[in-house]
């Protein structure tokens, strides 16, 4: 079945600390890949997107994700994490020839920065 | 404000109680999606509408019943909910294709007891 893995449902480190999420999708064919912040009490937002070109995007707030297609991953990455990176964070998937691009979601990692 | 707004925030219902939630964008957006958010589940896709047009029913059953009267206004209707219902509904909108990315909402929390 086509799904979306996330490694870890909770990660606690400390400020300054770097910051990697796993994300793995099970989908054949040609992906479009995001990664969506939530941060406590407020609506889902879009942290950064991969549709095509260099599997290095970068996204809002330092955060920065690697497309391999050998490993059907999109990791999520930050260096040096700050308190106010303390989120739930989504991975989703769509298929290219889905037209009317259904976003599918990973179940979400809870991430906890200590002071 | 994300440009799609929910209301309302917090419900609670009685399992034979009929209500409403209801998402409205005015991003220019043409397709609208509920959402059910559930603790350490997977966001799950209920209902897609495209131009109007629903275009996904994930196997929700029939006590959800989703009404899009028009491409800025998205309604689900609530009847005879059972307490396992209780989460967290997403409304989103984007183009079509969904290529940009998808707006949310703040979510509607649900209660059923």
């Known amino acids: 079945a086509q799904s979306v893995s996330q490694h870890n449902h909770h990660v606690i480190l400390s400020e300054a600390a770097s910051l990697e999420l796993g994300c793995n999708y099970s989908?054949?064919?040609?992906?479009?890949l995001f990664w969506y912040v939530q941060y406590p009490g407020q609506h889902l937002q879009l942290l950064l997107k991969?549709?095509?070109?260099?599997?290095l995007v970068k996204g809002i707030k330092g955060f920065e994700a690697e497309f391999i297609k050998s490993k059907f991953s999109f990791n999520l990455r930050k260096p040096s994490v700050q308190w106010s990176d303390t989120a739930e964070y989504f991975c989703?998937?769509?298929?290219?020839?889905?037209?009317?691009?259904?976003?599918?979601f990973g179940a979400g990692t809870q991430v906890v920065v200590t002071p | 404000e994300t440009g799609v707004t929910q209301t309302p925030r917090h419900l609670v219902m009685g399992m034979t109680n009929k209500k409403s939630l209801k998402c409205e964008q005015h991003?220019?957006?043409?397709?609208m999606y509920w959402y059910k958010q559930s603790a350490k589940k997977p966001l799950e896709l209920m209902f897609v509408?495209?131009?109007?047009?629903?275009?996904e029913n994930n196997s929700v059953p029939s006590r959800f019943s989703p009404e899009c009267p028009n491409s800025s206004h998205l309604f689900l209707h609530l009847h005879t909910l059972q307490p396992e219902d209780s989460a967290l509904y997403l409304c989103?909108?984007?183009?079509?294709?969904?290529?940009?990315?998808?707006?949310f909402g703040s979510g509607t929390r649900l209660t059923v007891v």
């Open positions: 509408y495209n131009f109007k047009e629903q275009t």
């Open positions: 989908y054949g064919g040609t992906v479009n």
């Open positions: 991003l220019g957006h043409n397709a």
């Open positions: 991969y549709f095509s070109g260099d599997p």
């Open positions: 989703a998937v769509t298929l290219l020839e889905d037209s009317w691009g259904k976003l599918q």
């Open positions: 989103a909108s984007s183009q079509a294709g969904g290529l940009a990315g998808y707006t």
